[in-house]
């Protein structure tokens, strides 16, 4: 059984920064891209970025040049250091393959707010 835990998530003012953490104990974890997903209460999940398994990365608009997500293959841990956050990247954050599995993490929250 897959299982994703996400951690890192906390309140920060705006221009602070985040680390978001995912454990993936997904067997084969190399094989799969991965992404972080955000999700607001009553809408769908929306992917933030993902890393391929050659670790190209891909990024939403909205967090080019802000966000950088990684991997760690060996660790089976996939990575989003969050910086200049503003207030509308408040929402729940979760980790996943990219596309995504059906499986998911309880998330972690962010809450950019002064």
């Known amino acids: 059984q897959v299982q994703l835990v996400e951690s890192g998530g906390g309140l920060v003012q705006p221009g602070g920064s985040l680390n978001l953490s995912c454990d993936a104990s997904e067997s084969n974890f190399s094989a799969y891209a991965m992404g972080w997903y955000r999700q607001a209460p009553g809408k769908q999940r929306k992917l933030v970025a993902f890393?391929?398994?050659?670790?190209?990365?891909n990024y939403a608009d909205n967090v080019k040049g802000r966000f950088t997500i990684s991997r760690d293959n060996a660790k089976n841990m996939v990575y989003l250091q969050m910086t200049s956050l503003k207030p509308e990247d408040s929402d729940v954050y979760y980790c996943n393959k990219a596309p995504p599995g059906v499986v998911w993490g309880k998330g972690t929250l962010v809450t950019v707010s002064s």
């Open positions: 890393i391929n398994i050659g670790g190209s990365t």
